[in-house]
């Protein structure tokens, strides 16, 4: 867990992000939340910022929604899970490129809970 501190929210004036190779390619991969073994594969980016990736909590289960959106020079990414009971439950992430994790807000929806989490590459 995060201190709130270090956690970046998504703002309202947030746009799809353009494609850019050096800004959304170094998304790809998987990253895992080390605090539950919780896990995000992006495997693809589209121009607009959407996002083919899958969540798995070890079982696999689909985002019903995932997307990158870029301000200014922050990459900034949300996802929604409606499967397996997790009722609409997000992400909101902020990709930090210095330490090479994605870092953010969980809120479970079922308990109406917020939990500051971070992802680290797997390597």
């Known amino acids: ?40 594969n992006i495997r693809r980016i589209d121009a607009g910022g959407k996002l083919d990736a899958a969540y798995a909590n070890p079982h696999p289960l689909p985002f019903a929604k995932a997307e990158a959106t870029l301000e200014g020079k922050v990459v900034k990414l949300f996802f929604e899970l409606r499967a397996g009971g997790y009722n609409g439950s997000t992400y909101s992430l ?19 809970q917020k939990f500051d989490v971070y992802f680290m590459r797997a390597r």
């Open 94 to 112: 902020t990709y930090d490129p210095a330490a090479d994790v994605l870092k953010g807000v969980y809120f479970q929806a079922v308990a109406q």
């Open 1 to 40: 867990m995060l201190p709130p501190s270090s956690v970046a929210q998504t703002g309202p004036d947030a746009k799809p992000a353009a494609r850019s190779e050096s800004a959304l390619d170094t998304l790809l991969g998987r990253w895992i939340r080390p605090d539950g073994g919780y896990v995000i």
